[in-house]
Structure formats: C-alpha cells, structure tokens
C-alpha cells in the first residue's frame, strides 16, 4: 500500500513558466519531506526538505509547500529551465533524523522550449 | 558533497551466480543504505548500517546481504542470483547529523537471464 503518492507519472511545462509537482501521504506519522531529482543513468540528488513544523520552505528557484491537514505537498520550480527536465521523487519520513525513507513512484517533468 | 561510487554499472549474467555489487563513498559518512528500484517505481530500503559491523534490514525484504567491515565500503551481495533480482540497486549514505540528506551513487543495472 502505498504511503506516499506521486498521483502524476508525467508533466509537461513550457520554459519560462511555473512547474507545479504534486504529493500526497497517507501515513499522519511522517514528519519531515524531501524532493529529490533524478536524471537517467544518474542517482537521486536532494533537492529541499520541509518539516511538519513549516508550510513552506523556499531554496532559489524552488519552493517547497505542505498542508498537513490535507496531507499534500508541492513542489514549484519558478522559473522553469530546459536543465529541471528530470523524474522528481517526493518522500518523506517521521522525522527528520529517520533513516527509512519512504518514497513516491516518482513524476516526469519535461519543460518545452 | 558526497562522493559515492557504485561498481558495476550494469550487469548481465545468468541464473545461479554469485554477485557482489560495489558501493565506496569518501566523505567519512557513518550510514550507508542500499535502495532497490524497478522502472517507474518507488526506491524501496532494503539494507542500511550506522557504521563498522551494523545491517540492518529495510523495510523491502531482499534475499541479498551485506556487510560493513570498513566506513567507506558497503558491498550487497547475491548468492544465487535469479531473474526476480532484475532490477536497479541504489546505494546511499548521509552523515550521523540530524537532517542530512542521503547522497546517491549513480546505480547498478542488474539484469539476471
């Protein structure tokens, strides 16, 4: 059963214009989320956290957003660049120093010239 | 950063083998995990250590092993590989410091005929 949901397989955005990334959970024990990107042949690389304790943490470009009541996060890249094509993964844990990791299946984001 | 090296980077071989796949990081990092992932799927734990002499089993249970006889090196092994191992292994490490992201190394592409 899946406790962390990537409900989006794959997004396409035009260069220039925000790119919104999806998540939901279903475990109300987690308490810390990442977003990681992953290019092909290469691994994950992190990309920015929030904890439970935060609605929003921003890190350049991109921007991180939870509502816990909903269970949802989101992720925007503003602007998008050709360079964020990659699959993102959202995940989470119950805490920040949990080493188990859970994470979503993933969403493809291709941004149009 | 985290330098993480994972050897091979693809392998093809038959039923019944034994295969060891490799995993070294530089940066002095205490854990170190091992994630199995099939195309468009979650990463899924399947071992992790603290340090010198500590496994762990995740939460994906995985008929490979592994051992932690050095910091820096943290090999999974498959007795018998079967075509069920088919699949990408990902190994990751993060320092024993709160919220420390865990690093990638790039993967190996194990493919059992």
């Known amino acids: 059963d899946q406790q962390v949901k990537q409900n989006s397989p794959s997004l396409s955005v035009q260069e220039g214009r925000i790119s919104i990334l999806n998540c939901d959970y279903t475990?109300?024990?987690?308490?810390?989320f990442l977003w990681y990107k992953k290019y092909p042949a290469e691994g994950p690389t992190f990309l920015i956290s929030i904890s439970s304790i935060k609605d929003k943490n921003e890190d350049g470009r991109f921007t991180v957003f939870l509502n816990k009541s909903a269970k949802h996060l989101s992720l925007h890249i503003v602007p998008s660049q050709p360079g964020d094509s990659a699959v993102y993964f959202c995940a989470a844990s119950a805490s920040f120093s949990d080493d188990k990791i859970i994470f979503g299946k993933g969403t493809r984001l291709h941004i149009l010239p | 950063e985290a330098d993480i090296y994972q050897t091979p980077r693809y392998l093809v071989i038959g039923t019944g083998k034994k295969i060891t796949l490799e995993c070294s990081q530089t940066m002095g990092h205490d854990k170190m995990y091992w994630y199995q992932q099939d195309p468009g799927m979650e990463l899924h734990l399947i071992h992790y250590s603290y340090g010198v002499n500590s496994t762990e089993k995740g939460d994906l249970s995985s008929e490979s092993t592994v051992s932690r006889i050095r910091t820096e090196h943290f090999p999974l092994t498959l007795e018998s590989a079967r075509p069920s191992h088919t699949s990408q292994y990902l190994c990751a490490s993060s320092e024993d410091l709160g919220d420390q992201p865990q690093h990638f190394g790039d993967g190996t592409r194990l493919s059992i005929l």
């Open positions: 475990n109300s024990m987690f308490d810390y």
